[in-house]
């Protein structure tokens, strides 16, 4: 069965100026769906449901080898989740969000699509409109490459990366508001 492990291992800190907050930590401490666990679908909900597997590890990560990690069966069919932190409005704040990740798929060949997002949601929370960072990942000739984007198109990076390997990623947002 080919599948894509993603650990949701977030943190996400707000810096704003020389202070930070921590909006949000999540160690996938329970088992089953992330829908069941407080997690909400907002598009193609049932399909693929994201559910715990065993988490990953990674050296000199202080959320190393805690929790579980979300498996992703398949980034272009499975549900798209969220869970809300408080709104970050203040132009020019930065957001970092880090988590690890561990592409597990025996394909040769697949085309990018994102499976992590920060979003602004419409009213009520089930739509979002307005991505305002996706990462994405796909596979070229067996090898990895994560990409960027605040829309459906990433721009990819150069490096190779090797397919069953934890790999730690960390995502810099800065708000435009204006």
Not at 1 to 26: D, E, H, P
Not at 68 to 80: F, H, L, P, Q, R
Not at 106 to 120: C, V
Not at 158 to 175: E, F, M, P, Q, R
């Amino acid at each position: 069965m080919r599948k894509k492990l993603i650990t949701l291992l977030f943190i996400f800190a707000c810096y704003s100026g020389w202070g930070q907050v921590t909006l949000s930590v999540n160690n996938f401490n329970f088992s089953g769906a992330l829908t069941s666990n407080g997690w909400i679908a907002h598009s193609a909900g049932g399909t693929n449901p994201i559910s715990t597997t065993t988490g990953l590890t990674f050296n000199n990560y202080s959320g190393s080898g805690i929790g579980n990690a979300a498996s992703i069966k398949s980034v272009n069919s499975s549900e798209d989740v969220n869970i809300t932190f408080s709104p970050q409005n203040t132009n020019g704040q930065t957001i970092y969000a880090s988590f690890l990740v561990n592409v597990n798929d025996a394909s040769t060949s697949k085309s990018g699509d994102y499976f992590f997002h920060l979003g602004q949601p419409s009213s009520p929370n089930t739509t979002f409109t307005l991505f305002t960072a996706r990462v994405f990942a796909r596979i070229v000739g067996g090898i990895v490459n994560f990409g960027v984007s605040n829309n459906n198109t990433a721009t990819y990076g150069t490096t190779s990366y090797a397919k069953d390997t934890t790999y730690l990623i960390i995502l810099k947002y800065t708000n435009t508001i204006g």
